[in-house]
Nanobody, 121 residues
Framework: QVQLVESGGGLVQPGGSLRLSCAAS????????MGWHRQAPGKQRELVAV???????RYADAVKGRFTISRDNAKNTVYLQMNSLKPEDTAVYYC???????????????WGQGTQVTVSS
């Protein structure tokens, strides 16, 4: 059993910043990629950023230069620093992790519950 707990969402004005955190816990002993996805009302979910266990990262074109993904492997935690936020960044942001547990011994993609980010004046 793996749980991903997200925090850091909220309401921010255009041009502001937020830092999202996601900590994985439970019967997990290995995590490969971790990432962030987002979904606006009435729209499909899209990949925002992903980072490997070796800290190799990539971003959606819409957030390049503004968002930074990072991770702390010792804490099984991934972060998303969001700067210069725009109204179009408004969405529910979901954390995801590809993990292996001691229970199943297989790899699965786990999802957080989502955290709301609203960019509005």
């Amino acid at each position: 059993q793996v749980q991903l707990v997200e925090s850091g969402g909220g309401l921010v004005q255009p041009g502001g910043s937020l830092r999202l955190s996601c900590a994985a816990s439970g019967t997990i002993f290995s995590i490969a990629n971790m990432g962030w996805h987002r979904q606006a009302p009435g729209k499909q979910r899209e990949l925002v950023a992903v980072i490997s266990s070796g800290d190799s990262s990539r971003y959606a074109d819409a957030v390049k230069g503004r968002f930074t993904i990072s991770r702390d492997n010792a804490k099984n935690t991934v972060y998303l620093q969001m700067n210069s936020l725009k109204p179009e960044d408004t969405a529910v942001y979901y954390c995801a992790a590809d993990g292996q547990t001691v229970v199943s011994g297989t790899w699965k993609r786990y999802w957080g519950q989502g955290t709301q980010v609203t960019v509005s004046s």
